[in-house]
């Protein structure tokens, strides 16, 4: 079995400031972006090193049961012999370390120490091993190891001697690229305005790099992106999905009331909400792969097509009869197609109903919607056959 040991001991406390491991990190602790690490390492178990069972432990232990991991906290590292066998495997991170996960999941596909260069580690809080390199703070060790902390004082730091015995034991010495710390990939105990910058960068990493071929979907993923550093993790996070729908509704009212140009409108604006809600959502769901997603966002993407096509038969001339439906129908339903079987650069265009409204609610103003929805249909169909959009 592999066991995650966390601390959220502090190592260098300070009076007055935050404490290292309960930092916010894009709405979560840095402790619990240790557990969503060791989770993804396929550790089963989490064992914690605790000054004592504070609110943000309870929080901690909630999340890894939430992920079906066992959690124990434990004051005394005394206690840790008797939680690990010699057949489980350790994987060990210090306290208030914000590694960069792919760096670790790379490197640890064995045992190992991670290290860096001790010229750039050690001014950076990172404890010395030898003349040429410094811990990095995490490691993947045998179970057996933990035997020897017993001969150890009993206030021993259990990472860090844990790290001792490892190297004195033969593990090998897993040296990272440096880049990692110069470019503000790896922190330790870092502090808040650190924490920001690096937040900002990760949010964005997680931001899909759609073109402006599908302007609508590129302004809200940017957005979304932006608006993810302000509420993931706070009671505003459902705002954008909640603000869609009630534009979904509104627009459906303006409709039946004979102003379809509007309803148009605000079922363009209610799709950018939707976007944006997306990615909201798909950040804040980041660690959490058994949370269930937001039912309004499900049920929102479900009413944008029908509420397009209802709107344009709204705004239809009467004297249509029933193909006032038809153009419509066409149209979403060509929309969709280019959606599925489209090249990948291209499938983002067809997919972007917010630049949909932004073209169909000037027209339906004027009394053209028709015209245009039947347009924009030959368009689709156009792009179809003209051979680089292709998928073939």
Known sequence: MR????????RNA???????????????????????????????????????????????????????????????????????????????????????????????????VLAFPADLAVPLGHERIDLGFA????????????????????????????????????IRLVPLDRKLLAEGQWHLDADRQTLKLREKRWIDSQRRRIAFRAPGLAVAERAGARLTRDIVGQSAEPFPLAASAVCLLAAMTFGFLGYASVGIG????????AHIGGVVERVARRGR?????????????????????????????E????????????????L???????????????????????????????GISTEMAAALSLLVLATRFFRPLRDD
Not at 266 to 273: E, Q, V
């Open 266 to 273: 605000l079922t363009a604006l209610g799709a950018l909400f």
């Open 135 to 170: 811990w990095a703070g995490a490691m993947l060790v045998p179970g057996h190891l933990v035997e020897k902390l017993a001969e150890l004082p009993g206030d021993v730091d259990v990472p860090s001697a844990l790290m001792r015995i490892a190297l004195q034991s033969g």
């Open 14 to 112: 300070h009076p007055g400031s935050a404490r290292p491991p309960f930092a916010n990190f894009a709405g979560a602790m840095v402790v619990e972006r240790q557990l969503d690490l060791a989770r993804e390492l396929g550790c089963e178990r989490v064992i914690c090193l605790v000054n004592a069972v504070e609110r943000e432990v309870v929080e901690l232990q909630h999340r890894a049961e939430c992920s079906e991991m066992k959690f124990r906290a434990i004051r005394q590292p005394s206690r840790l012999g008797g939680m690990v066998t010699a057949d489980d495997e350790l994987f060990v991170i210090v306290s208030g370390l914000l590694p960069d996960d792919d760096a670790v999941k790379s490197a640890l596909s064995d045992m190992g």
């Open 319 to 334: 004297e249509l009869g029933l193909l006032r439906g038809f153009v419509p129908l066409i149209l979403i339903g060509l």
């Open 336 to 366: 969709r197609l280019g959606e599925r079987h489209a090249s990948e650069d291209w499938r983002a265009t067809y997919s972007d109903r917010i630049l949909l409204g932004l073209l169909l609610a000037p027209a339906a103003f004027f």
């Open 289 to 317: 792969p058994r949370s269930k997603p937001n039912p309004l966002r499900r049920l929102v993407d479900l009413l944008i097509d029908p509420l397009f096509a209802i709107l344009l038969i709204l705004a239809a001339p």
């Open 3 to 10: 066991i995650a040991l966390l601390s959220t001991v502090d």
